[in-house]
Every structure is written in C-alpha cells, then in structure tokens.
C-alpha cells in the first residue's frame, strides 16, 4: 500500500510533535557532548514545519520542500542543517511521484546518507546520527510491508543508539570528548530515535 502525501503529512505532523517533547532531553544529552542546544534547534525546526505542513500539497516532493525552508530557517544547530539537507536531497528524488511505496524508502535513505556525507564530511562509524539513519535503512530493506516498515525502523533507531553508546564519538563537537564520549549516547542519534516515536526510558 502506497504512501500518498496525505499520509506523509501527517506522519511528519505527528514527528514533529515528538520533536517538541524531546526538546528538554535533547538539551540535557547534548550538553554533555556538545553546545547544547540540540533540543532548542528542534523544537524550532518542529514549529516551522508545522506551519509549512499546514499548507495543502499536492505532491509528497512539495512536502519536502516546505519542510527543508522550515529547517533551513530554524537554523541553529548543524542537526537542523542536516535535515534540511535530508528534505531537500528528498524533494530532489521523489520529484514527479504521486505516491511513495514502503520499497521506496531505504534506496531514499541511501541517498540522504550520501547527501549528509558529503556535507558534514562525515561517514558510518563515527557514532553520528548517520549510524542510525543507515542502521533503519538496512531496517527498511529488508521489507516492504508498510504496517511493519515503522515498527521496524523504530527498533533499528535504538538498536543502533545501544550498538554505538560505548564506542568514541569522532565526529563534530563531541569528538573533543574523545574516551570520555564512550558510554554516553549520542544526541543527534537519541534524536533520531525520539522523532520516529521511542519514549524516553
């Protein structure tokens, strides 16, 4: 069963609503590792999404879209500025498509891990939020089932969260840490976890 931009915006309504209630733990996780604003970054890319899925779309690229000048605006953070990048590198590859189909969703994936390679000059295995994003693709592949698609995703978010928590950061302000990163989690990678729906435990 395919996604219709209907569906896809009302998913990313109920993400940024995750967003939102994520912002007060984002904001502890990333003061340890970083500036510790990450928590403030999403709560505000959440409202200017808001506003732009609030406009009637015709085509799941014009979702993107709106969603990237949201992230883009919000500024901040450079996690705000990797989605943004995500959306855009989105609008890009669905252009012209009516409806997304759950197969559609690791090869998009992989195209957003290229995107945010190469503008945050980083790669797997940096305990980045670009672990988890390729741990859900695997997630993502390895089935077409729509009803199974986000279940499954949600857990290769935390499996990749637990996976990563005892390595070293090596990437971005974190990385300064150095030994001391490891046995902390990584904010950008809890993000990812929160914005697909896992509660705080």
Not at 29 to 50: H, P, Y
Not at 158 to 172: H, M, S, W
Request: hydrophobic share 40%.
């Amino acid at each position: 069963m395919s996604y219709t931009t209907s569906d896809i915006q009302a998913w990313l309504r109920r993400c940024t609503e995750r967003m939102i209630a994520a912002a007060p733990e984002l904001n502890e996780l990333d003061g340890r590792l970083g500036d510790g604003d990450l928590g403030a970054t999403l709560e505000k890319c959440a409202g200017l999404m808001r506003d732009a899925l609030a406009v009637p779309s015709a085509m799941p690229s014009d979702v993107f879209k709106g969603c990237a000048i949201a992230c883009t605006r919000a500024s901040g953070s450079s996690f705000g500025t990797l989605m943004a990048v995500a959306f855009m590198t989105l609008t890009k590859s669905t252009e012209g498509k009516s409806t997304l189909d759950p197969s559609d969703v690791a090869p998009l994936l992989g195209q957003i891990i290229e995107a945010l390679m190469a503008r945050g000059r980083s790669k797997p295995g940096d305990k980045s939020m670009l672990d988890s994003i390729e741990t859900i693709r695997l997630a993502a592949a390895a089935t077409t089932d729509r009803e199974s698609l986000h279940r499954q995703s949600l857990s290769a978010a935390l499996q990749a969260v637990e996976d990563f928590r005892n390595r070293p950061n090596l990437i971005g302000r974190a990385r300064m840490f150095g030994e001391k990163s490891i046995g902390l989690d990584d904010p950008g990678m809890v993000a990812v976890a929160r914005i697909l729906g896992a509660p705080r435990t």
